[in-house]
Structure formats: structure tokens, C-alpha cells
């Protein structure tokens, strides 16, 4: 069954994105339909769709756990939002030493964490519109039935269905809204807007039959804010006549509903109420909920950050009516009649923060999903169709968070389970909608793990390679970019591990050079690998490329998860920060993982030592675009100058080269400009820039942090250092020397391979500034024997390290039939 076409002014019959189909998708509907459908039509009929949904989150949550894409961003923090709601009805869970289990205690609790499980059943399959269509028609229709039923057959005063007029009334009235946007979204389609405007009558109608006053006050903010979004004319019609014909619609509906003589007087009884709630406190509702917000606030006082709990509220009534300040039919009452009146004296300020974020999380989400899909609307593109089906489920959303709100200020609607699962499920519903409706949101369906290899022996497109790597633009991201460089029967996808700077500038180069490039979390290892599994569901990479440490570990276990089938592993360092913990994961991953590559000899050697199968150890020196790094002024015509790149971290050794400086200006009389190419860790950099503060080096040290031009600037000095505790192959050194300059390095592994002390270029010892001092002190004053030596390494780099060798290799490699991975059982 196929979603109805949404209609908007830009695109009048374009397709929806079509949901998924199967036996998920139609038992999705059947429980949101009869969620919908059954909530006020039936005695507890919210809890039969409830119980279906999380029983088929419970049923999906292993798939998930094992294998599954990381919930949406907006559902995510829904997510979050409910836990801590239900951590905020745990307060005073355990009540004057007793457990308090029934409705308000543990109860509540259990149902809220429940409810997580139906957030992952919708995450992973919304239903279908039509289900959802038909299902609030019916849940209107059928509530404005029974009250009908109630008023005009039975006698009752106030509609009530199944649970009081309250209750009834706003839940109604909410229905009838849903439905009011429903239909205005699908006023082309009659076979769904005639069911949606009769639900929006009956539950209209039911609203009226209740007397709920509360709900009739927010009724104008709601109203308005649905046709201003859902107007069948928005983008052809002035915003301004617009929001007048809105503001027309709700003076007209209120000037309609005060000509009810019902409705009229029971808004003449609220307003004498209020006037006289003083005089009148025992007899009159408006002057009872007075005198309870009164003494929820008085409650809340003596003890702010905790509450008093549900007992103690409720057993000290009986001492406030004797004191006359409360009628005694509050007895009656458990709660104060205002949502945050009776959180803050039950729960305290605590529990008012939780239900701050119950309501702010999702309608801060709602709105920006409904702002953005508004916007790409009034764009007109292509997607216009899909995006107006994303903003229809933000307008409902937004809807659904302020009508609780406005119904808090007279009721506490969620002392009741039909509120709190109406309100749970409905937000719910709705994220997942507006999430999932957006053009180019990613299929969640569950996959088994042999169903990617099988897709991966297609022979009609390309090898599809997907690199990992960090976002810090280091060496490692240097040789990934390489890697991705377009080639003929290959398509390579970047994904970069997302850093603490600003990366936004170099994405939108990276693009522009035609790699296409991804970006994933960075704050937590777990949610890492699910956003890479969740890429590579997408994306179907026949080979993952993951580079460096510690980012090879949860690229490879994502890639893992959703059943890539070969697996690389790139090494960039020969010293990494491995513990006993992450070596034995290292060492398990090796079983699944088809190559393990050392960027240079001594990086295969370091894995080999580890424990790291030398059957699939190979080293593939890096390389370099010799056509960038090229050339330079002459030398007579360079700057007697030093550059290091390389970015601020532990592993670099810039101090030793920042007190060489001072041994030179302190000891040989010279004062070489030093330029300091990198970003990196600001705490190291600053530690940096203090310690030549500390030597009187401020103006000949320079910090230069991202240098987007590079090989200028290495064309035009002489010396090149790279000072170092440890490399795996120093890209930085190579690239200064391809440029012509002399090479200085730190005599450690990975810089030994680059430099041929006294031919190619010159080692110091490790962190021996005055050893480092005297050899740029040689170089600078014998200018001829530096200029002989760094036309000797420019020629050895040049023949050594070129890109279009290493990328042969590694294609070479990808290229290779795949060697067979025994199966292992990961953690």
C-alpha cells in the first residue's frame, strides 16, 4: 500500500519516498492504527496499540544492539529525554521507608522505560501514512461519538468517555487537531480527507460535549500555528494574508463556538469563577484550583529540591481544609490541577528540570525539523513532495508539545496513562515521521551480516572502497585523501572522525576536488562504530579502508557490524598508545581483517612485534603529489630560514627545536626565523608559544597554524626539521624536501627511512637541543654544503616517495583476490 502524495504548493503530484514493506511495516501500522484509533474509543484502548509497539521494539532490539544504524539525532535525544523523565518519577520512589509501586511510583517508572522500546520500533519502521491517516479519523470519529452518546442519550452533563471530562476533552481535542492537519495536507486526496475532516469534527465536537475549558484555551495558539504552516496557499501567497486569513479562521471558529450556548456559559462560569475565587474558594472550580496551586506552592517551599512526594502531598490535605485553606472536596484530588505546581511539590526543582526537557527536547526538535523542511519548500525542489511530508508530522509534533503544555496550566495530565502514552507515543510517532520522511534519510532495516558480501560480488559497478580516518588532517587523514583521488573502476567515500576544530572550510575543498566526504561522531567510541555501520549499510563499500589509531578499531568493528566483507587496516605510527585492552582488540580484529599495512617498513615491523600476523603484515611507504611539491625559488634566493610541519601533539617534539633557537641565538649568535606549520591540540600548542615566551623567542618563533598554501612556503626557506619522539613515515619532512629544502630529522624509527645521515640529509640525536643547534648552525653558515644535501634528498624523495606509486600498491592490494577470514566471535 503506498503512502498518498502530499500535496504543496510547489509540487502538486510528486511521489513520496516509499516506506518499506513487509511483515514489520504492516504490523507498524496495525499498532499506531489502533493506538490512534482505539485511545478514546475504547476502556484503556491506548494501551493495546502501546503493548504492540514495544513488544516489536523488544523483539528488534537485539538485531539492533548487534548490528544495528544509531537512532536519528532528534529521536536520540527523545530518547535521552524520556529516561530522564522516568529518572524524575523515580523521586521519591521509596516514600516513608515503603516502595511505592501502584500508578505514581514504580508503576510510572516501569512504563516509561518500557516505552523506549516502542522509540525503536518506530526509529526503525514508521508506519505508513495512510495507517496513520485512518487511524486518527477513526480515533476522532470514535470520540466524538461517545460523546454525543454520553450528552444527548445517557444525560450527562459533561462528555466523559472512559476516563473523566478533562482528560476526555483535551485528548479529543488534540485527535481533532491531528486531524485538522491531516486533512490540510491531503485536501486533494478525498478518499483520506473526507475520513480526516469528520475526525476533526468529532474530536472538535467531543471537545465542546466535555466542557474542558483548559483545552479551549490553548485551542487558538494550536489552531493558528496549524493553518499558518499547513495552508494550502503557503508559497503562493503573501506571508502577510496568510497569517491574516489564519488569524480570521480562529476568530471565526471562537466567534462560532461562543454562539454555543453551552460553550458560552461555561466560559461566562470561568470568568465570574475567577473573580470571585476568593469569596467563593469552596465552591467553585476555578477557585479550587486556586487554592491548590496555592498549597502545592507552600508544599513545594519547605522542601525545593526533592518535593515532598506523593504521600506526604496527599496526607497533609486533611490539616489544610481544616485550616480552611482548602474545600474539603480537594480530598478527592491527588494532584494540584497545574503540571509544574504539582512536579515542584511533589518532585521539587529536580523534577521540574525533567519535565523541562520532557516538553523542551522535542519541541526544540520539532521546530527545527519543521523550519528546515519549510525552508527546502520554499525552495521548490525536486523533494518539495517529501519535504512537506517531514514538516505535516513537525507541525503535528509541535502541536502535540504545546497542547500538553497549555493543558498543564489547569490539569496535570500526566497523573493519567491515557496522557502519559498519548503524549510518549504520540511525540514519538511523529519524530519518527518527520525524520524518516526527509529526502535522503538512510534505510534502517536490519540486515544479515552475509547479505552485504553477497551484494559485494556484483560485477556490474565499481570496486566501491570506503576510507576511515580521524578528522585532525594529520598525516594519516593526508594519505586517506590520497586514497580517495578519483580512479578509473574504483569509487572511494572518505569518512572523517569529526575533531574539535572547524573542519567545515576543508570539506568544502575536498568537495570541490570531486572526493566525496563524510563525517562521523567523535564524543563517544560507541556511537563511532554504529554511525560507520550506518554508513556502510548506505554507502554498500565492497572494501573498508581503516587508518590509524585508536579510529581502525571502531571503523573496523562498524564495518563489522554491517557485514562489509573485507576489512584493511592501515598503520601510521610505529608507537601508538596501545593498552592491554586495545592491543587485544587490535589482535582479534587481525583475524577478520584481510591486510594489515605498516606505512613504512619499521610501522610493519612495530606490528609484527605486537602480536599481528606477519602472513598479512606489508609495508607500502606513503607517498606524495610530487607535481604540488615541487620546485621552489632558487637557492640564493631563499630565506635563511626553518620550517617544521607537523601538528601540535604528543608525539611531535617542538620544544627541542624551539630551545635549538635559543643555543643559536645564545651560543652561535643567529637568529633564523622559525616557522611552525600545524594545528593539532591547542593545549600543546600553547604550551609551545609559552616556552618561547619563556626564551625571549616571540618574534623569531612563528606560530602559524593551517597554512593552505604549504608548498610556497617550504619553497622559499632552506632548512627543514622534523623534531619528533617517534613517525611512522614523517610526511611533513618529505614533502619540505620534495620542495628543495635540507632535511634535518630526529634519528627515530619512520625517520631513518627518509634520511641518509650526511648524503640526503642530517639526524640528531632525540631531544638533544644543542646537538640539533649545532647541525642548523653548520647548515646556515656553509650554505653550499646545505644546497648539496638537500639536492641529493629532493632527488631520493622524488624517486622514493611518489603518490602514484603508493596508490598503485594499495590498488593493487584492493584489487587482489580476497583472502578468505576465518570467522571469529566478536566482543
Known sequence: MSSPALLNPAVRHSPLPAPQGGAWAGATDAAVGLLLAGSLLLPSGYSWGAALLVLLGLLRLPGWWR?????????????????????????????????????LGLDRVVKYLLVLAAVLALALQPPRWRAVAWGSALGGVGAGAIAVWQVGLQQLERAEGHTNAIQFGNLALLLGLWCVALGLALWRQRRLALPCALGAAGGLLASLLSGSRGG???????????????????????????????????????????????????????VYEWEHADAQVLNTAVGLRRALWVYAWEEGQTAPLLGVGQQAFTERMPAAVAAARLPSHALLLNHAHNEWLDMFAKRGLLGCLCLLAFFAVPGYGFWRL????????????????????????????????????????????????NA??????????????????????????LRPDGARAADAAQADRPLRVMHFVSGGFSGATQVAIDLCAPHPGQESLLVLRRRAMDITE??????????????????????????????????????????????????????????????????????????ARRLR????????????VGVSQAVCDALVARGHPADKCVAILNGIDLQRWQGGLPWHEREDAIVMSARFAQQKDHFTLIRAAAVLRDTHGLRPTVYLAGEGKSSWRRRAQVLAQELGLQEQVRFL???????????????????????????????????????????VEGVREILTDGDTGYLVPHQDAAAL???????????????????????????????????????????????????????
Request: net charge positive; glycine share 8%; with cysteine.
Open 67 to 103: 548490528a544495528g544504524p544509531p537512532l536519528p539525532a532528534p529521536l536520540r535525544w527523545w530518547a535521552a529525554a524520556v529516561l530522564l523523565m522516568a529518572l524524575g518519577w523515580s523521586i521519591h520512589l521509596f516514600d516513608h521507608g515503603q516502595l511505592q509501586w501502584k500508578t
Open 216 to 270: 479551549w484555551m490553548a485551542l487558538p495558539v494550536l489552531l493558528a500555528l496549524t493553518l499558518w504552516f499547513l495552508h494550502p496557499g503557503r508559497g503562493k501567497a503573501p506571508a502577510w494574508r496568510l497569517g491574516l486569513q489564519a488569524l480570521c479562521a480562529v476568530a471565526l471558529l471562537g466567534a462560532a463556538l461562543l454562539a454555543v450556548p453551552s460553550v458560552r456559559d461555561r466560559v461566562q462560569l470561568g
Open 370 to 417: 519543521l523550519r528546515q523542511a519549510d525552508r527546502q519548500i520554499r525552495a521548490a525542489g525536486a523533494d518539495a513532495a517529501a519535504w512537506a511530508q517531514s514538516r505535516l508530522a513537525a507541525v503535528c509534533g509541535l502541536v502535540t508539545v504545546l497542547g500538553f503544555l497549555g493543558f498543564g496550566l489547569t490539569q496535570v495530565m500526566f497523573a493519567h496513562n
Open 420 to 445: 502519559n502514552i498519548l503524549y510518549l507515543l504520540g511525540v514519538t510517532l511523529w519524530l519518527a515521521l518527520s525524520v524518516h520522511s526527509r529526502p535522503g534519510a538512510p534505510q534502517v532495516a
Open 506 to 579: 576543508r570539506l568544502q575543498r575536498l568537495q570541490a576536488q570531486g572526493i566525496a566526504v563524510r563525517t562521523v561522531s567523535r564524543w563517544s567510541h560507541w556511537v563511532t562504530q554504529r554511525e560507520v555501520a550506518r554508513l556502510c549499510r548506505q554507502w554498500r563499500p565492497d572494501v573498508f579502508v581503516a587508518h590509524g589509531f585508536s579510529e581502525h578499531l571502531w571503523g573496523r568493528y562498524g564495518a563489522l557490524q554491517a557485514g562489509v566483507p573485507r576489512l584493511l587496516h592501515v598503520e601510521h605510527n610505529t608507537r601508538e598508545r596501545y593498552t
Open 585 to 596: 582488540q587490535s589482535l582479534e580484529l587481525a583475524a577478520r581483517t584481510e591486510r594489515i
Open 705 to 747: 597554524g593551517h597554512v593552505s598554501d604549504l608548498p610556497a612556503l617550504c619553497g622559499r626557506v632552506k632548512l627543514a626539521v622534523l623534531s619528533t619522539h617517534y613517525e611512522g613515515l614523517g610526511l611533513g619532512l618529505i614533502e619540505a624536501m620534495a620542495c628543495g629544502c635540507c632535511g634535518i630529522g630526529t634519528d
Open 773 to 827: 643547534a649545532a647541525r642548523l648552525a653548520q647548515l646556515l653558515q656553509h650554505p653550499e654544503q646545505a644546497q648539496a644535501v638537500a639536492a641529493r634528498g629532493q632527488a631520493h624523495v622524488r624517486a622514493t616517495f611518489d603518490r602514484r606509486r603508493m596508490t598503485q600498491q594499495y590498488l593493487d592490494l584492493l584489487r587482489a583476490p580476497p583472502i578468505p577470514s576465518p570467522p571469529s566471535a566478536m566482543p
